[in-house]
């Protein structure tokens, strides 16, 4: 069974950057997408950005667009998330996930990693 490791979580002052990464276990893997999705507490969780795992093609949520970028390594199958310029509202517990059926990247996830934390101080 496939499982999903974060790691690259921690603590940023505001304006910094973080890289999130999201190691796939299977030898063989090949989903439809793989995203990235954000919980602060008390809220519920959301879209992050996307990507389709063969032509790459990405979604990225309007709130993170142009400061976030979402990547993967086909051969280390490893998604990433390199965020930037990060403020105090970014700070969550990230996962990620993968989708095995086609659709909307935004939705219909079906294997979740276990989080990981971004803290954002002012």
């Known amino acids: 069974q496939v499982q999903l490791v974060e790691s690259g979580g921690g603590l940023v002052q505001a304006g910094g950057s973080l890289r999130l990464s999201c190691a796939a276990s299977a030898r063989a893997f090949s989903p439809y997408a793989m995203g990235w999705f954000r919980q602060a507490p008390g809220l519920e969780r959301e879209f992050v950005a996307a990507i389709r795992w063969s032509s790459g093609i990405t979604s990225h949520a309007d709130s993170v667009k142009d400061r976030f970028t979402i990547s993967r390594d086909n051969a280390k199958n490893t998604l990433y998330l390199q965020m930037d310029s990060l403020k105090p509202e970014d700070t969550a517990v990230y996962y990620c996930?993968?989708?095995?059926?086609?659709?909307?990247?935004?939705?219909?996830?079906?294997?979740w990693g276990q989080g990981a934390q971004v803290t954002v101080s002012s």
């Open positions: 996930a993968t989708k095995v059926r086609s659709g909307d990247l935004r939705a219909d996830y079906d294997l």
